[in-house]
C-alpha cells in the first residue's frame, strides 16, 4: 500500500535528514507546502494570482486552498507510490484534511515523531560553528576543532549564525513545541503516534524509520468523509 508519510520533530531534531533519505531510498517525492504554493503564486493562473494576493498581503492561505494544492500535487504520477511530506499538516483540522486526502488516494499515513531531549537538541543547534573560507561544519560540543575557533584544514576562523544564539534556539524551540502540542497530543490520542530516539546516530534513526515504513506500524485510514 502506498504511504504518506509525516515527520513531527523540533528544529535541529534531523527531520530534512530523514525525509531526504527516505525520498531517496523509497522514491516519495518531498512534498514542501510552502515551496509548492510559491511555485503555484509565480504562475499566471486564477489560482495563481489568488496565492499571490494572499501571500503578498502576508495572510494566511486558507486550509481549504492549501488542501485543493495538496490534493492536486499528490494526485500526479511520482506520487503513486507515497511521498514526505514537509510543513503539514500543521494544526488539527489540517490532520482532519490529510485524513480526507489520504482516503481518496487510498494510502496509509505513516506518523514519526523524532523525540529527542532538549539539552542534547540546544548543544547541536547552539555549539555548531563554520570556516569563513572552506565551509567545513563543526560543533563545540560533538566536534570541536584543535584550536578553539579556528579551522583543523586551513587555520581560518570559524563563524557561528546569528539564529545559533542560545537564547534564539531557545525562543525558536519553545515556539515549536506551543505550536505542535495540540497536533502531537491529537495523534497520541489516537495511538498512531510512532516515536523515534532521535539522539541516535543518523544512520541508526534511519533504519529505524525505514522499519517502520516497511513494517506493520501503519494504520489504515478507513475511507471516511469529514468535509461535512
Ligand atoms: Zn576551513
Given at each position: 500500500m502506498s504511504k504518506i508519510i509525516v515527520i513531527i520533530g523540533?528544529?535541529?531534531?534531523?527531520?530534512?535528514t530523514q525525509s531526504r533519505l527516505i525520498s531517496e531510498?523509497?522514491?516519495f517525492p518531498q512534498i514542501s507546502t510552502g515551496d509548492l504554493l510559491r511555485g503555484i503564486a509565480s504562475t499566471d493562473t486564477t489560482l495563481g494570482n489568488e496565492l499571490k494576493r494572499v501571500l503578498d498581503t502576508g495572510n494566511l492561505v486558507s486550509d481549504e486552498i492549501l488542501a485543493k494544492v495538496l490534493l492536486e500535487r499528490t494526485s500526479s504520477q511520482d506520487c503513486l507510490n507515497g511521498f514526505v511530506l514537509d510543513g503539514y499538516p500543521r494544526t488539527i483540522p489540517q490532520a482532519h484534511l490529510l485524513e480526507t486526502l489520504a482516503g481518496q488516494q487510498g494510502k496509509a499515513i505513516v506518523l514519526l515523531r523524532i523525540a529527542i531531549d532538549e539539552d542534547l537538541l540546544m548543544k547541536r543547534l547552539t555549539g555548531r560553528a563554520t570556516c569563513s573560507r572552506c565551509g567545513e561544519i563543526y560543533n563545540t560540543y560533538?566536534?570541536?576543532p584543535r584550536v578553539s575557533d579556528i579551522c583543523d584544514i586551513d587555520g581560518a576562523p570559524l563563524v557561528r549564525r546569528g539564529d545559533d544564539r542560545p537564547e534564539t534556539v531557545a525562543h525558536r524551540l519553545a515556539a515549536f513545541r506551543a505550536k505542535t502540542e495540540p497536533l502531537i497530543a491529537y495523534y497520541s490520542q489516537s495511538g498512531r503516534l510512532i516515536e523515534v530516539d532521535g539522539s541516535r546516530e543518523v544512520d541508526e534513526v534511519f533504519d529505524l524509520i525505514c522499519q517502520l515504513i516497511n513494517g506493520d506500524?501503519?494504520?489504515r485510514k478507513q475511507m471516511t468523509d469529514t468535509s461535512g
Open positions: 523540533p528544529p535541529g531534531a534531523g527531520k530534512g531510498k523509497y522514491g560533538f566536534f570541536p506500524a501503519v494504520i
